[in-house]
C-alpha cells in the first residue's frame, strides 16, 4: 500500500494559487520530518520546501521562497504545500516525501527522505 499519497495537481493559470495536499498512513506521522520536491521535465528532481517534527523549522528553495507554505496537521496526518503567485516555471510533478530526520542541514537531499509520494502534476499556463 502506498504510504505517501498526494493530491491537488491541477492546471492553472500564472499569477493562480493551488494547494498540495499529502496524506499518510501506516506512519507514525509526528515523527517524521516531511518534505516537497519536484521535477520539471528534462531536469532534475529538486527540493522545494521541509517541515520538521513539529512544523517549528520550515525549509524553502530560493526559487518559491515568499510564494509557497508548507504546513502540517498532525491529527490528520497530512501536510501540505500552499502555492501563490504560480509561475510557468513551477511547472513540475511535485513529489511529498517523509523521513526520519534530523537533516543536518540538507533538508533538500533525497536521501534523507525514506517514504515517497507517486507524485501529482502541476501545470502552470502563462
Known amino acids: 500500500a502506498q504510504v505517501l499519497v498526494e493530491s491537488g495537481g491541477d492546471l492553472v493559470q500564472a499569477g493562480a494559487s493551488l494547494t498540495l495536499s499529502c496524506t499518510a498512513s501506516a506512519l507514525n506521522f509526528e515523527h517524521y520530518v516531511l518534505g516537497w520536491f519536484r521535477q520539471a521535465p528534462g531536469k532534475e528532481r529538486e527540493g522545494v520546501s521541509s517541515?520538521?517534527?513539529?512544523?517549528?523549522?520550515?525549509f524553502y528553495a530560493d526559487s518559491v521562497k515568499g510564494r509557497f507554505t508548507i504546513s502540517r496537521d498532525n491529527a490528520k496526518m497530512t501536510f501540505y504545500l500552499r502555492m501563490d503567485s504560480l509561475k510557468p516555471e513551477d511547472t513540475a510533478m511535485y513529489y511529498c516525501?517523509?523521513?526520519?530526520?534530523?537533516?543536518?542541514?540538507?533538508?533538500?537531499?533525497?536521501?534523507?527522505?525514506?517514504?515517497w509520494g507517486q507524485g501529482t502534476q502541476v501545470t502552470v499556463s502563462s
Open positions: 516525501a517523509a523521513g526520519l530526520g534530523p537533516y543536518g542541514g540538507r533538508w533538500y537531499a533525497e536521501d534523507e527522505y525514506k517514504y
Open positions: 517541515i520538521t517534527w513539529t512544523g517549528d523549522s520550515t
